[in-house]
């Protein structure tokens, strides 16, 4: 790794840790929470959508499984308020990975067109499932102990949990984009067809990636149950969760390590703000809506793709005095029929051959 490129980690690093020590306000650590929280959530769903090219509208099952994996077991396992609930946030991951197992089976079949009605599919059967069945309490929700926490430092357990999932997602992410698994998964997104003719077991890497992605996101979920201390059906299984990881991925730059922990920090604070000054609630999903139609039609790649290349090139030209360039005549190495938007004819190649 690069010195500067891990001088820019470390630093990431330093004030991740030291966010909330240096902001101590409930409402600003809250934030910090769910920025964090949700960060990792984005770049889950991206390891498995972003690299392999499947877009998931069903994450949200995952991410209610880990919730009332969580809720459930808090409950009937008689625990308290305590430090010890956070233990139970892996599992909450890992129920959600053992049932992305067999639905990864099923759904992976199809193509990725098919694949994304097959995910919304997925999601209402659970939503249901969820409402309907007995041990999961139904409509009137399940309970989480309530944190014995001092009021003056509640959200900082919270956030920690949330950074050091956020860490430990990115790092997997990060080994798997530089692995071969993360080839693989590349040249299934680029074509999935030729992938298998090179070797590539398809349907054990994507299945593979899916699971993992399912993992992350899970514990996500049983993290966010457990700081609201009471989850439902409609919310646990939200169908605006998958819009909105979908969202944070394109916005910072899908299937890129960085992109949707940008994009999960500006639009956990731009939803959080707009919940906390708007009188109506679901406001965000119409800014999200319009959102995302402006980066898919203006910057597929993500926004700090084009905004990087277009500083670079900024700085270039003004490095190479631009200005003064610019009225010159087009560079002599430049082939003359380019220059006048002709194109020499087939075998001719007198507009480049001297005199």
């Known amino acids: 790794m690069k010195p500067a490129r891990l001088a820019g980690l470390g630093l990431a690093l330093v004030v991740l840790a030291a966010f909330p020590l240096v902001f101590t306000n409930g409402l600003v650590t809250t934030l910090g929470f769910y920025c964090v929280t949700f960060a990792a959530a984005a770049s889950g769903w991206n390891l498995f959508s972003g690299f392999s090219g499947y877009f998931s509208l069903g994450h949200a099952v995952f991410f209610g499984i880990g919730a009332y994996t969580i809720a459930l077991l808090a409950l009937h396992l008689h625990m308290t308020g305590s430090y010890s609930i956070f233990a139970l946030v892996p599992l909450g991951g890992l129920a959600a990975a053992v049932i ?50 001092p009021v003056a430092t509640f959200n900082i357990p919270f956030y ?78 939200n169908p605006s969760f998958d819009l909105t990881m979908a969202l944070m991925s394109f916005l910072g730059g899908l299937g890129t390590v960085s992109g949707p922990i940008v994009g999960g920090i500006v639009l956990e604070a731009v939803e959080r703000y707009l919940v906390l000054t708007v009188p109506d609630q679901n406001l965000y999903l ?40 610019q009225a010159a005549a087009p560079p002599a190495s430049e082939p003359a029929a380019v220059r006048l938007g002709t194109e020499p004819a087939a075998g001719d190649d007198s507009s480049v051959r001297p005199g």
């Not at 499932?129 to 989480?144: I, K």
């Not at 860490?167 to 992938?195: F, N």
Request: net charge positive; proline share 4%; with cysteine.
């Open 100 to 149: 992305a197992l067999p639905l990864g089976w099923v759904v992976l079949r199809v193509r990725r067109h098919a694949f994304v009605v097959i995910t919304i599919a997925m999601f209402f059967i659970f939503q249901y499932l969820a409402e309907n069945l007995g041990f999961t309490l139904g409509s009137q929700g399940v309970l989480l102990p309530i944190p014995t926490f």
């Open 160 to 237: 920690y949990s949330g950074a050091i999932l956020l860490v430990l997602t990115v790092a997997c992410v990060w080994s798997i984009r530089r692995s071969r698994m993360g080839l693989q998964l590349y040249a299934i997104r680029d074509d999935e067809d030729r992938a298998r003719s090179l070797g590539v077991r398809v349907a054990r890497v994507k299945i593979t990636a899916f699971c993992l992605s399912a993992l992350f996101v899970g514990m996500a979920g049983a993290l966010w149950a457990y700081f609201l201390g009471q989850i439902f059906p409609q919310f646990a299984f």
């Open 286 to 325: 119409i800014v999200y809506g319009v959102l995302f139609l402006m980066v898919v039609l203006f910057a597929p790649q993500g926004v700090l793709h084009p905004a990087g290349r277009g500083v670079a090139k900024v700085w270039g030209w003004i490095g190479r005095g631009g200005w003064r360039a």
